[in-house]
């Protein structure tokens, strides 16, 4: 999942992650200039001017994708879209919205606020490269390679498949035209799937022609343009099954309670085994201490069951990740799958009023899904 990572702080109020494969390419694009394309442009160089040149650029070159992500972020949120989180990975970057815009016009301006930005810091890259007469041959290459990379990057983005930019403003023309959200996804993810089928093609031919870095490198491009197309629409149709549904209609207010001093080994007998049940809350003198479920248990050696209590290895209620009973299921379905766990607290006035599991949740869209939405 692209949630996880490391995280480097906030811009604006939204968090920033570096996904773990960031390394991976920031390694490949350091290697590649170094020992490619300045090497062979400024042969007087040496190794080390080279290297720190390649590990210059490709900084700023991520810096850029940054700021093309977060053009994204600022739009959506003037918008009143909530971001989750910026992610860099080793594709690029990618902005984690809460939600789908409400207007295609909306929709229109975060698309072209990426693109437009990487225009604008190409321009301004380029401009110190042609007008810093004076600067350092080592700052002019730099600009020069990140001011056209910054160009091809909004080249890149605008192609008309979705999910790149391009494929969101197809995305919105077609939603401005018909008023239909779903349709509109549809054909724009057949058209990014389309795309992303083309550039495996190439890729593999290229591989053939003797190019198998470019051409693997494409091939890769491609599968993940097609796979994050056909996500992209798979999303959006679980968003229309759970739309309009609260987490009320589905919590499970059959959750019996246990004390603190009970123990792990006396849990999993008296409770877990025979009612099959992988969540209580802890309550004691009607205030809820905790949850524990099997997670917290399978965390605790065997050994230590017939000693340890509940109460030394539950989760606390206040790290406890819950919900409102009026909250929406697609915020549910979110919560569940970005925490990898399998039920979740439904909470009312402090308490404990239910518990929604995963497959009761994958149950219901399952049925959902065989009655037509």
Sequence with gaps: MLTEGISIGKVFGIPLRLHYSWFIIFVLIVWSLAAGYFSATYPHWGTAASIAAGVVTSLLFFGSVLVHELMHSLVAQAAGIPIHSINLFIFGGVSQMTEEPKQPQIELRMALAGPLSSLVLGGIFLAIWYWVIDAPEFIKAISFWLGWINILLAGFNLIPGFPLDGGRVLRSLLWWQNRDLRKSTRIASNVGRGIGYLLILLGIAMIFL???????????????????????????????????????????????????????????????LTSGRRCFP??????????????DIKAVPREQWPTKTVGEAMTPFAKLRSVSPDEKL?????????????????????????????????????IRSELGN
């Design 210 to 272: 003797g190019a198998w870095i470019n051409g693997l490198w494409l091939a890769f491009i491609g599968w993940f343009l097609e796979n994050a197309a056909a996500n992209s629409y798979r999303q959006l149709a679980l968003q229309d099954i759970l739309k309009g549904h609260k987490a009320s209609e589905l919590m499970n207010e059959d959750c019996p309670i246990v004390q603190p001093e009970l123990t792990i080994q006396h849990l999993v007998n008296e409770q877990i």
């Design 282 to 295: 802890v309550v004691q003198q009607s205030r809820v201490l905790g949850l524990i479920t099997i997670h």
């Design 330 to 366: 697609s915020t549910v379905m979110r919560i569940l799958t970005e925490q990898n766990i399998n039920q979740l607290p439904v909470v009312k006035d402090g308490n404990i009023i239910g518990m929604i599991a995963r497959d009761n949740l994958l149950s219901f869209i399952g």
